[in-house]
């Protein structure tokens, strides 16, 4: 197999430098809404329709929207998660993941001695990082190498140790759901004691952050991840080992408490501390008042 359209100038350019951070984010938030509003464009690799007709372009069209929907799932403006119609999203390389273009290329099979490929069945593809100057394999448009991480990226805002937890269990989450099921419910633990709960008790350390008056939303939250987590590694009941949406749910869960917990105090206490102290002894003596 040889690639189509490469050139010896590929390897050797210079990757171009990149946009300011809110040049990147705009970018990323239009691709976003071009791809999750948009019909199945044509294949992305030209020698894939050659084999449209023979392979069924209603396979194809069903291929392309179930992995639509899962990218889109995975979108913010801050992560672009890799699709076969785009030409730039984030890196599926772990020690990469930069929001980046990517150049497209296709495989190509011939026989000895023949100057022209023809198009493999199914239809390969390789995309190639301008960032880290890497390839991912495609099989017909989907992500096979590396092994891809379906999962959001953790929180910017989650400490260690939950933020090791939280990225061994979306490392694992494409080869074994209920293994990082296991490994976000030890995150959700971590995390808990951070947020001040004592106990050792996953379900004792959530009743605690409730009477100190956790949302009830985030407490769901929490619940959902301990319950399904620890489910996970008993046989017999809930399993997320066939449900993949329900395994990626609870990444979004984890993020959606510290966001909560963590993120949206912290805000809100530098915004507060940027009012002159005149004006917090005003507010203290009212909630006094108030208190009395």
């Not at 396979?59 to 992560?79: F, I, K, N, Q």
Request: proline share 9%.
């Amino acid at each position: 197999m040889t690639y189509r359209d490469r050139t010896d100038e590929d390897d050797e350019a210079t990757p171009p430098p990149r946009p300011p951070p809110h040049q990147q984010r705009a970018q990323r938030i239009r691709r976003r809404d071009r791809l999750c509003t948009a019909t199945p464009p044509p294949p992305r690799f030209e020698v894939q329709a050659v084999n449209l007709h023979q392979r069924g372009g209603n396979d194809w069209h069903s291929g392309w929207l179930e992995a639509r929907d899962v990218a889109c799932r995975l979108m913010t403006p801050d992560y672009i998660a890799p699709h076969a119609s785009l030409d730039a999203f984030n890196c599926p390389w772990p020690d990469c993941q930069a929001f980046a273009n990517q150049r497209w290329f296709a495989a190509l099979a011939s026989a000895k001695g023949q100057p022209v490929g023809v198009a493999t069945d199914p239809p390969i593809g390789f995309s190639k990082c301008d960032r880290c100057r890497r390839h991912a394999i495609w099989v017909d448009t989907v992500l096979i190498f590396p092994a891809v991480m379906t999962a959001p990226l953790a929180h910017p805002d989650l400490a260690e140790p939950a933020l090791s937890s939280y990225n061994e269990a979306r490392a694992v989450l494409s080869g074994s759901p209920r293994a990082s099921a296991a490994l976000l419910r030890l995150c959700l633990q971590e995390l808990v004691g951070q947020l001040g709960a004592e106990s050792n008790d996953l379900n004792t350390a959530i009743g605690d952050l409730v009477a100190s008056g956790l949302s009830p939303t985030i407490q769901r939250a929490m619940d959902a991840l301990r319950v399904i987590g620890n489910d996970n590694v008993h046989p017999g009941v809930l399993s997320v080992k066939d449900d993949p949406a329900t395994a990626v749910a609870l990444f979004e869960l984890v993020n959606l408490t510290v966001q909560t917990m963590v993120t949206d105090p912290a805000r809100a206490k530098e915004l507060f501390d940027r009012i002159p102290d005149s004006q917090k002894d005003q507010i203290a003596k009212r909630d006094t008042r108030g208190g009395t």
